[in-house]
C-alpha cells in the first residue's frame, strides 16, 4: 500500500510568490494535517483536515491557507512568501484524526526561499 | 502556553542503552509520542504512551511517563548505529484540533 505522498519533493521560489503544495493521504485516512519543520526545529502545527472541513489551525498568519478534497487529498496554499517560510512541510494522514489515531507522515516537500 | 522541552544532543556507543527526556506542559494530554526522523525523510512514529499508563515496553524500545513531574523517556536498549536519528517527543494539542506539539527532537549519534 502506498503511504503518504507528496508533491513537489524540492521548490526554489523568491521573495512575494506563490506556492502550492499538495498531499496525498493513505487510502482509507479521511484526516490530513500540514507541519512546517525549520532547520533544526520540531514540526510545527499549521492546519488539521478532517472530511473537508478545517478541524485546527496552528499559530500562522492568514498567507497560509489550505483545503481538502473529495477525494481526501489536501493542497496547502502560501502567498506573499517570505525568507523564513523556507522550510520542510510535512504533512500527515490518519484515519478520522482523533488523539489515539497513528498520524503517518509523508516525506515532505522542502521548499527553498530566495 | 503548551510547550514540550527536550535535550539536543546525546551520543553512545553500540550496544550502550540511550535515554531520551523529554519534559511536557499539557497536564490533560491523553497520547503522548515518540518519533523517530532520519536524515532527508519524514517522521516515523515509534512509540505512544496513554496517559494512564507509567510505562510501555516494545522490544528494544522503553517508554517511562511520570504524569506528575510531566516527564517522559525513551529508552532504546543494546543501540545500533542505525538508531542514529534525530528523535522527537510529541504531545496532543488541546487547543488546536489534535495537533501535535513537538519537542525541537533529540539528536542520537551512535558510534562503533
Known amino acids: 500500500d502506498a503511504g503518504v505522498t507528496q508533491s513537489p519533493t524540492h521548490l526554489i521560489k523568491t521573495r512575494g510568490q506563490h506556492v502550492t503544495l499538495r498531499c496525498s493521504p493513505i487510502?482509507?485516512?479521511?484526516?490530513v494535517s500540514w507541519y512546517q519543520q525549520v532547520l533544526g526545529q520540531g514540526p510545527q502545527f499549521i492546519f488539521q483536515y478532517y472530511e473537508k472541513e478545517e478541524r485546527g489551525r496552528g499559530n500562522f498568519p492568514d498567507r497560509f491557507s489550505a483545503r481538502q478534497f473529495p477525494n481526501y487529498s489536501s493542497e496547502l496554499n502560501v502567498n506573499a512568501l517570505l525568507l523564513g517560510d523556507s522550510a520542510l512541510y510535512l504533512c500527515?494522514?490518519?484515519?478520522?484524526?482523533?488523539?489515539?489515531?497513528?498520524?503517518?507522515f509523508g516525506p515532505g516537500t522542502r521548499l527553498t526561499v530566495l | 502556553g503548551e510547550d514540550v522541552e527536550q535535550s539536543l544532543f546525546l551520543s553512545v556507543r553500540e550496544g550502550d542503552s540511550s535515554v531520551i527526556n523529554c519534559t511536557y506542559t499539557?497536564?490533560?494530554?491523553?497520547?503522548l509520542y515518540w518519533y523517530k526522523q532520519e536524515p532527508g525523510a519524514g517522521l516515523q512514529l515509534l512509540t505512544y504512551i496513554f496517559s494512564n499508563m507509567d510505562m510501555k515496553q516494545d522490544q528494544r524500545l522503553t517508554v517511562l511517563l511520570n504524569k506528575k513531574d510531566k516527564h517522559l523517556s525513551l529508552r532504546i536498549a543494546d543501540t545500533q548505529t542505525g538508531d542514529s536519528a534525530i528523535y522527537f517527543c510529541a504531545e496532543i494539542s488541546n487547543q488546536a484540533g489534535t495537533a501535535l506539539i513537538f519537542g525541537k527532537g533529540t539528536t542520537l549519534s551512535v558510534s562503533s
Open positions: 499539557d497536564s490533560s494530554s491523553t497520547y
Open positions: 500527515a494522514s490518519s484515519q478520522e484524526g482523533g488523539g489515539g489515531d497513528e498520524q503517518f
Open positions: 487510502s482509507g485516512h479521511k484526516s
